[in-house]
């Protein structure tokens, strides 16, 4: 009987310990959904704030929301680490605030303030910051692969273990300097994560009309390039594959690709109206996969409030809002500035 009762108290230790262990993996992983729900909401008050402010006439030239997307850079950023650099396309204001960017200096940027990240003249498509080693956004279709690449060699050859993501739609995946690009990284091994943002639709065209790759995660394929398809509207899924992709490239066994699918809400650009699908089929994303409201419930089920939930988009609201004034009220780049950030002699 001593040692039935002896062999019950061990089990109820065991038990306990497994009880804490659960207690202590939700309590993490909370702590990880509510890092993601902030980001992912700071994103879209931004984007819905940046689309009124190009309403209003405040912003110039093109404009890409990433109102949808939020999932897919949160996610692949929160697998990084110091010194890991980050290139995308035009398509890029999120990336920039997940790398740590102010919203401050973005929206300034966007109004073509002098106060903004390239002093007003670069725009949307054109922001960089070498203090969150965010290697800008580039509006020439598919280019930036070429430089990220060449971001993955300067990593290689200095000998460090820092990974460079670079970012492309499904639009770019068929440009040609993309499969040089993969060629080049397979061949050198560097650690380079190629991430293709497939939202279904280049500038107007669907996937399945512009490719005849039906898994893009494959493309890299003749070149030995290990690919993975993962959900873009899924946070924690994304965050899984980053880290596996990311773990891959420091571990010095050359790129990895990703084929997030994942939705954009808005037109290809402001000025898209977005005939080429219908209402019905926005409406049934944002009704059954949106990446923010699919957090939200995760946090509830881990026992988050929603008072908390709201005090979070409330601070964000305010925030972005003070982003807006900050920018209006910043002066503009002084006519002398086109002389200059031209030209660099040796």
């Not at 980001?39 to 912003?59: C, N, P, S, T, V």
């Not at 280019?143 to 460079?164: E, K, M």
């Not at 065209?205 to 899924?234: C, F, K, Y």
Request: proline share 3%; net charge neutral; aromatic share 8%.
């Amino acid at each position: 009987m001593a040692q039935a009762a002896a062999e019950a108290k061990k089990r109820g230790r065991e038990k306990g310990n497994g009880s804490g262990t659960h207690a202590g993996q939700d309590g993490a992983r909370r702590e990880r959904l509510l890092r993601a729900y902030h980001d992912m909401l700071l994103i879209r008050r931004f984007e819905e704030k940046a689309g009124q402010l190009y309403g209003m006439g405040l912003i110039g030239g093109f404009c890409h929301l990433y109102i949808g997307q939020e999932a897919v850079v949160v996610g692949m950023q929160m697998a990084l680490g110091p010194g890991d650099q980050v290139i995308t396309s035009y398509r890029d204001h999120g990336h920039m605030l997940a790398t740590g960017m102010d919203p401050r200096g973005v929206m300034a940027e966007l109004t073509g303030r002098a106060t903004g990240y390239s002093h007003g003249k670069g725009g949307s498509m054109h922001m960089f910051s070498k203090e969150k080693n965010f290697f800008g956004g580039h509006g020439i279709v598919g280019a930036q692969v070429s430089l990220g690449t060449g971001l993955a060699f300067s990593n290689w050859y200095r000998g460090n273990d820092r990974v460079c993501l670079t970012y492309f739609g499904e639009g770019a995946s068929n440009q040609g300097q993309v499969f040089e690009s993969f060629n080049l990284a397979a061949l050198m091994k560097l650690p380079c994560v190629f991430v293709i943002e497939n939202n279904k639709y280049g500038m107007g065209t669907s996937v399945e009309r512009a490719s005849a790759s039906r898994d893009l995660s494959q493309n890299g394929a003749p070149w030995g390039i290990a690919g993975t398809q993962v959900d873009g509207m899924d946070v924690e899924a994304v965050h899984a594959a980053a880290e596996q992709a990311v773990a891959a490239c420091r571990a010095g066994n050359g790129p990895y690709l990703l084929e997030v699918k994942t939705y954009r809400y808005r037109g290809h650009s402001m000025s898209d109206p977005g005939k080429y699908r219908t209402r019905e089929e926005i409406q049934k994303m944002r009704a059954e996969h949106d990446c923010i409201e699919t957090v939200q419930h995760r946090l509830e089920s881990l026992g988050a409030d929603a008072a908390e939930l709201k005090r979070i988009d409330d601070v964000l609201k305010r925030q972005i809002q003070e982003a807006a004034d900050y920018a209006q009220s910043s002066p503009e780049p002084d006519p002398s500035q086109l002389w200059t950030d031209v030209l660099v002699e040796g």
